[in-house]
């Protein structure tokens, strides 16, 4: 199957900074979804993405979808340590069955 | 009340052991699935029902067999574990077979084979 390959593979920063972490395909995608999963618990979904250009917010979490439709980014405001975990895009095809996850983003804050 | 819930939440047993992991969601959701999450964190496919339909079966070992009774349950069960089986196991269920709104996960069941 597909992965997607995110960058960076791990973050290491001090509370109070923002964090960028993005997501790349060799494919085409109509829809991107941004998940966190924290230690010892299952992926939770954070952001939808429906539409090409699309910028979406979740309090400090805003992600977008590729105008290529091939990327997505999130970004973290000011960076509290609650914010460790770790974050996976996803992306899906109207006519597909399944959603192809990214590598993964592991986030530390350090207080 | 929880929405995916599996059971159990670990599970250590010895290679050649047969084991099984439950999983219910309670989201009136048509489809269900199987992830493994490796030790690199991948989260990999491995089997979708819709409505007690077999849809997707990735290639995995035919120790692992899928079981369906109702829309809300989907078990796995697994023959002659091996070492290479440990990992963390994750349901998740969504509206329907077109996961145009993501899924929902479980909190995982770690699989221990020692």
């Known amino acids: 199957g597909q992965q997607l390959n995110q960058s960076p593979q791990s973050m290491f920063i001090q509370e109070g900074e923002d964090v960028s972490m993005n997501c790349t395909s060799s494919?085409?995608?109509?829809?991107w979804l941004w998940y966190k999963q924290e230690p010892g618990e299952g992926p939770v979904l954070l952001i939808a993405?429906?539409?090409?250009?699309e910028l979406t917010s979740n309090g400090r979490l805003t992600a977008q979808f590729g105008i290529t439709r091939k990327d997505s980014f999130l970004n973290i405001s000011a960076s509290i340590p609650s914010d460790v975990g770790i974050y996976f895009c996803?992306?899906?095809?109207?006519?597909?069955?399944?959603?192809?996850f990214g590598t993964g983003t592991s986030l530390t804050v350090i207080p | 009340d929880t929405a995916v819930s599996q059971t159990p939440k670990y599970l250590v047993t010895q290679m050649g052991n047969d084991k099984s992991i439950k999983c219910e969601q309670n989201?009136?959701?048509?489809?269900m699935y199987w992830y493994k999450q490796d030790s690199k964190k991948f989260l990999k496919i491995m089997f979708s029902?819709?409505?007690?339909?077999?849809?997707i079966n990735e290639t995995v070992p035919n120790r692992f067999s899928p079981k369906s009774p109702d829309k809300a349950h989907l078990n796995l069960h697994i023959n002659s574990l091996e070492l290479g089986d440990s990992a963390v196991y994750f349901c998740?269920?969504?509206?329907?077979?077109?996961?145009?709104?993501?899924?929902?996960f479980g909190s995982g069941t770690r699989l221990t084979v020692v």
């Open positions: 998740a269920s969504s509206q329907d077979y077109r996961p145009n709104y993501g899924y929902t």
């Open positions: 494919s085409i995608f109509n829809t």
């Open positions: 993405l429906y539409k090409a250009g």
């Open positions: 996803a992306g899906g095809t109207n006519t597909g069955n399944q959603f192809y």
């Open positions: 989201l009136g959701h048509d489809t």
């Open positions: 029902y819709n409505n007690k339909e077999l849809i």
